[in-house]
């Protein structure tokens, strides 16, 4: 028999599954010896009361029956099917494709501009010590795409989609920790993304898919609206019979060969603005309030915000409690920040996007790629401020003089205290700051659009109004924080997810404007395979 029951776990019960039995036995009545498994459905941390808790779901399986061996999600019965299908791109998107495709008995070739994992970490290296920007391997390109180096948080609103499950599921047997089957907020860490990863391209390729990595594709040929090859950056051209698009949203060249032979695009609204890093303890506080204390070792606090300034939605962005700021421009001469945390969230800081809506009116052109050209711009005058200012780095905490004297302060990142933001000061000195290639004092009235600076300082004191402390001297915004989404939409058809004149190719992911975030760009990965298989059938 099985049943279920929510129960009230303190902090120190929380990993005693001896205690959970006993709760377990005394909430239903029944002895411990009858508990034969127990499972945890959904765990999530309640801390507004004086004493904080887990609210825990429990499946309780007793005597005779007990727990199904989990199922393997990934099926390893490949069988070889004539149809070619290339994946461009291996992030989120584009892996979920593959595992869907090799399940159903397609081996699909992955075409990955970006090295793999193993050795793209290198590259990250060289990023975060010496400012040596690969164009091609970096925080957004790469085996795994852009949420490899990341918080690897997996919630997602786009429940509706697919099944989130699935995705844990699959994680999970790829090496992920099963608490994120039944955390609140499921997250993997840094640390842990590029083993899972790199299970997931051994499983690929036992089944028959074919890696090419350092293989960017720069051209279609299309025929009678049928793709019928693509070309990669060294001239090598693969035939297919059909394509799933899965770039993600910094693939500008993507973007810019589709406009210039005239297929269907459109503007899309996306948003942009700064990132925000406070010590981690300033955030607990305001969050846990006097819970925060480490008798109750709780977990680095997280926050969410969403404010409304005027007619513009303000929000806060893939937030990292106990987190690292790190570069993630995937072009010289650009500025762009966004940050990480290892699966512990130990680091002392939080930071998080800041960002503002920002629709296609604001940028005032038609042009398709006018807002690709808006985002460039600013991260463009980011970097430019940055060199400029490249004799005001401030030595932050992860990083050692030598090294910044060696990346000789191009990606160092433009810096305001929060208090000097919102009143338009320049800062007098900074705290100490994750980011490891410096930060400097820049006033960010002369960097920002007017529009996004006067939302971002509204919408901060407003957060602070609900948490008082949110604006303090301890936290600065640094920036640009400009890759929340795509600022355009690759054009499908609603009902197959091909797209609309080029039939036998699928645009998928975030690059296509269907999705944001990792799990439900996975999701749309799988939904687009879904409906290739359904037209192959
Ligand atoms: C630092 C950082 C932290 C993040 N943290 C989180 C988080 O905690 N949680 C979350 O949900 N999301 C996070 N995100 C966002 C998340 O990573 C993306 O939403 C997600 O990866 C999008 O998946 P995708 O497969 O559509 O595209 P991507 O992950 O961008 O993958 C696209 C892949 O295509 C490749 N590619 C592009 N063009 C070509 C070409 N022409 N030829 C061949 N290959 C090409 C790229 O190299 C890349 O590997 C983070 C992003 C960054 C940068």
Redesign the pocket.
């Known amino acids: 028999m099985t049943t279920e029951c929510s129960i009230r776990l303190f902090p120190q019960e929380k990993d005693n599954s001896e205690v959970w039995r006993k709760k377990i036995s005394a909430e239903l009545g029944i002895a411990t010896n009858e508990i034969s498994d127990i499972r945890i459905l959904r765990q999530s941390l309640d801390a507004r009361s004086s004493k904080p808790f887990y609210q825990t779901l429990f499946k309780i399986y007793t005597k005779p029956d007990s727990a199904p061996t989990p199922t393997i999600q990934a099926t390893t019965t490949i069988h070889p099917h004539p149809q070619k299908v290339i994946i461009?791109?291996?992030?989120?998107?584009?892996?979920f494709a593959a595992l869907e495709l090799v399940k159903n008995g397609y081996t699909p070739i992955i075409?990955?501009?970006?090295k793999k994992v193993e050795q793209r970490k290198k590259d990250i290296v060289a990023l975060q010590r010496y400012g040596i920007l690969n164009e091609?391997s970096n925080?957004?390109?790469?085996?795994?795409?852009?949420?490899?180096?990341?918080?690897?948080?997996?919630?997602?609103r786009s429940n509706k989609r697919g099944s989130i499950e699935k995705i844990l599921q699959t994680l999970v047997y790829f090496g992920a920790s099963p608490t994120i089957l039944y955390d609140a907020h499921p997250?993997i860490g840094s640390d842990k993304l590029p083993a899972i990863i790199t299970a997931i391209r051994s499983f690929l390729i036992n089944a028959g898919a074919e890696f090419y990595f350092e293989?960017?594709?720069?051209d279609f040929v299309v025929r009678g609206g049928q793709c019928t090859s693509v070309i990669?950056a060294e001239g090598r051209e693969f035939f297919c019979d059909n394509v799933i698009l899965?770039?993600?949203?910094?693939?500008n060249?993507?973007y810019k060969w589709f406009a210039a032979r005239g297929y269907a695009l459109e503007q899309k609204p996306f948003a942009l603005g700064v990132r925000v890093e406070h010590p981690q303890h300033i955030i607990s506080r305001l969050q846990y309030g006097h819970a925060c204390n480490a008798e109750y070792s709780l977990p680095p606090a997280e926050y969410r915000f969403a404010e409304q300034v005027a007619d513009r939605g303000v929000f806060s962005f893939?937030m990292?409690p106990g987190g690292v700021l790190?570069p993630?421009m995937t072009e010289q001469g650009t500025l762009v920040l966004?940050?990480?945390s290892a699966s512990a969230r130990s680091s002392q800081w939080a930071n998080a996007g800041m960002v503002v809506t920002v629709s296609p009116s604001d940028y005032g052109s038609s042009d398709v790629l006018a807002g690709l050209l808006f985002r460039e711009k600013l991260e463009r005058k980011f970097f430019t401020a940055a060199n400029i200012n490249a004799n005001f780095i401030t030595k932050s905490d992860t990083a050692s003089n030598t090294d910044i004297a060696a990346n000789t302060g191009c990606f160092g990142s433009p810096a305001q205290r929060i208090t000097d933001f919102i009143s338009g000061r320049r800062s007098a000195g900074l705290p100490r700051s994750s980011y490891p290639l410096g930060i400097y004092e820049h006033e960010f009235n002369t960097l920002l659009p007017t529009f996004i600076l006067q939302s971002l300082q509204q919408a901060f004191k407003q957060i602070d109004k609900k948490r008082k402390g949110f604006i303090t001297e301890d936290a600065i915004v640094t920036g640009l924080e400009s890759?929340t989404s795509s600022p355009v939409r690759i054009l499908r058809n609603r009902d197959t997810f091909s797209h609309t004149e080029i039939v036998n190719l699928y645009p998928?992911?975030?690059?296509?404007g269907y999705?944001?975030?990792?799990?439900?760009?996975?999701i749309?990965?799988i939904n687009a395979v879904k409906s290739l298989i359904k037209k192959l059938c």
């Open positions: 461009i791109g291996a992030g989120p998107a584009g892996l075409l990955e501009q970006g091609n925080y957004c390109f790469g085996e795994g795409g852009a949420g490899t180096f990341s918080d690897g948080k997996l919630y997602t997250h293989t960017k594709v720069v990669t899965a770039t993600g949203h910094s693939s060249d993507i893939c990292c790190v993630s966004n940050g990480m890759r998928c992911g975030e690059g296509a999705a944001g975030g990792i799990t439900s760009s996975a749309d990965g």
